[in-house]
């Protein structure tokens, strides 16, 4: 089984709102399910985990990365392939432009984007430790 890594953020703006992407079946046929995730994907080796980060995001939304994300979870999927993903949180700058790997984007609070279907089910173990967090 190939080993990958992948980074993903949440992405909050100066509102405290998180950016959501739909991942449309028309725009990314591979997964054969639409859904709402959060920004980033696999790495490409010789660069870093945040440069990954950075390039991931700007590709698929146009927005930067204000400061140093900080790393709140890694996560071990095994599927067809093994993937470590690791999950930030930090600030984004910009204005929205999706890439055509997605249909749509929306800024939600916390309770909204809790409350969020479809969702990528990795997103929402990652949503459900933080209400444990936040409690």
């Known amino acids: 089984m190939e080993l990958q890594v992948g980074v993903k953020i949440l992405l909050k703006n100066k509102d405290d709102k998180y950016l959501v992407l739909f991942r449309s079946f028309k725009s990314n046929p591979k997964p054969h399910r639409e859904y709402w995730d959060m920004p980033g994907g696999r790495i490409n080796t010789g660069s870093s985990l945040i440069e990954n980060l950075k390039r991931e995001v700007m590709e698929e939304t146009g927005l930067e990365i204000e400061g140093e994300?900080?790393?709140?979870?890694?996560?071990?999927?095994?599927k067809e392939q093994h993937v470590v993903r690791l999950v930030y949180i930090g600030f984004g700058n910009?204005?929205?432009?999706?890439?055509?790997?997605h249909s749509e984007y929306k800024w939600l609070s916390f309770?909204?984007?809790?409350?969020?279907?479809?969702?990528d089910s990795y997103l929402k173990k990652i949503l459900?430790?933080?209400?444990k967090i936040l409690e």
């Open 69 to 78: 994300p900080e790393l709140i979870t890694a996560q071990d999927i095994m």
């Open 94 to 101: 910009g204005e929205v432009k999706l890439s055509e790997e």
């Open 111 to 119: 309770e909204e984007l809790s409350k969020l279907e479809p969702i």
């Open 128 to 131: 459900i430790s933080f209400y």
